[in-house]
């Protein structure tokens, strides 16, 4: 987690952490859903994937941090 420090008006001092990018990869939307719940006071949810092909190409494009990741997934599966 990256720290962010930064001064105000009246010279107070502010601390924010950035939040961890997470994809999710399932095969259910429900179960998709509920991880986003889970997770988004937490992590920042940047990619939701259906399929593992899918899941590849989000991850390329936006190179979470961490992925949540089904080994059951149509076209290309959690283990390929």
């Known amino acids: 987690i990256s720290l962010l420090e930064w001064l105000d008006l009246d010279g107070e001092v502010y601390i924010m952490y950035d939040?961890?990018?997470?994809?999710?990869?399932?095969?259910?939307?429900n179960e998709a859903k509920e991880?986003?719940?889970?997770?988004?006071?937490?992590?920042?949810?940047?990619g939701v994937a259906y399929d593992g092909a899918s899941a590849v190409k989000l991850i390329?494009?936006?190179?979470?941090?961490?992925?949540?990741?089904?080994?059951v997934l149509p076209v290309l599966d959690g283990l390929g």
């Open 35 to 46: 991880l986003c719940r889970e997770m988004e006071n937490e992590m920042q949810v940047v």
């Open 19 to 29: 939040k961890r990018k997470i994809l999710i990869a399932v095969s259910s939307q």
């Open 60 to 71: 390329k494009e936006n190179e979470p941090d961490v992925v949540v990741i089904d080994i």
